[in-house]
């Protein structure tokens, strides 16, 4: 490192180089999927607390979703919408950081959390006489624990190898948040140790769990053609085909953002590709289990009866 060179204390968010006028109308379009999320979201977590139907460890793990998903949109969208509405779009070098870190431990979780709610529907479904015993409350507990704690912990991975790299140099980031490729582009030594981890990461927490819910969906379906009563087999492939639509949304998305060639996803469409998990999914995620659980529609329902009539 030569003399002449300064330590970067704060970066420039660069966002989407758009028009004013552009901004301004992506700013209300956007604040309105965020308020989307934290209702949508919300209304799943309050049902699942009022309705004692829905106290069970589907709806346990679905719980935690809804929250990693609130905590996954509020760690990245505020920041974006106020840059849309500033010229000046700095954040501090240790904020960055932290959103780095907040940003990769929740994907983390929500893969583990998905992996956990497919085990739970192959238990249910291929192992009904096992159920309440093999997903006791203990169980749940723990799976819950572990999806938080590695992926913190992996996250905590992450920004320790970030922390050890010099960044003395540009400081533009060309993303709407501290995403972390963006951020390694700008350091002043090579990060080849930082993009292996990055990769092997995303091999355990995604191409592995990804494997695993698609054997354990495998199992389900053959065990589903087997179901003879017909209202069964449609209430089993409607809560799983919710699930299915989740996980496919999020590990589809992600594959392609971290495992794919980057010479074929310019920093453009790598924009794109952050938005659709960062805001569209996290809202998406209640629609789906809304509109296509006859259960939360039931409960919601219960709700509202029970509103009106008091």
């Keep these: 490192m030569t003399e002449n060179q300064t330590w970067v204390t704060e970066f420039i968010l660069l966002g989407f180089p758009l028009s004013p006028l552009t901004q301004v109308f992506l700013f209300g379009l956007f604040s309105l999927f965020y308020a ?5 979201n919300s209304t799943i977590l309050g049902l699942i607390w009022l309705d004692s139907r829905l106290h069970t460890p ?13 905590a996954y949109a509020s760690n990245n969208v505020p920041k974006m919408l106020a840059n849309l509405l500033n010229k000046e779009k700095t954040i501090s070098f240790v904020p960055c950081i932290m959103q780095t870190f907040l940003y990769m431990a929740f994907a983390h979780t929500e ?3 998905l992996v956990m ?18 997903m006791n409350w203990r169980v749940c507990t723990v799976q819950a624990v572990i999806s938080w704690a590695c992926g913190s912990l992996l996250a905590l991975v992450h920004v320790v190898l970030i922390l050890r790299l010099p960044f003395c140099g540009p400081h533009e980031i060309n993303h709407f948040f501290c995403e972390i490729l963006s951020v390694l582009k700008l350091a002043c030594a090579d990060t080849w140790l930082n993009q292996v981890v990055i990769f092997a990461a995303s091999v355990f927490i995604l191409v592995g769990p990804l494997c695993l819910v698609l054997v354990s969906y495998t199992r389900i379906l053959l065990a589903i053609l087997r179901i003879q009563s017909g209202e069964g087999r449609r209430k089993a492939f409607s809560t799983c085909s919710s699930h299915l639509c989740v996980v496919g949304l999020f590990f589809g998305s992600a594959i392609v953002m971290y ?13 794109i590709l952050s938005l659709f998990y960062s805001l569209f999914n996290p809202m998406l995620n209640p629609l789906i289990y809304s509109l296509r659980n006859t259960d939360v529609k039931g409960a919601l329902r219960r709700v509202l009866w029970l509103e009106r009539s008091m």
Excluded: N, W
Excluded at 117 to 134: E, F, G, N
């Design 36 to 40: 989307f999320t934290l209702l949508g």
């Design 58 to 70: 589907m709806y346990f793990f679905l719980s935690h979703l809804a929250v990693v998903d609130i």
């Design 111 to 113: 893969c583990l959390i």
């Design 117 to 134: 709610m497919s085990y739970d529907r192959y238990v249910a479904i291929c192992h009904p006489l096992r159920y309440t015993v093999v």
């Design 259 to 271: 495992m794919a060639p980057k010479s074929h996803h310019p920093e453009e469409q790598q924009k």
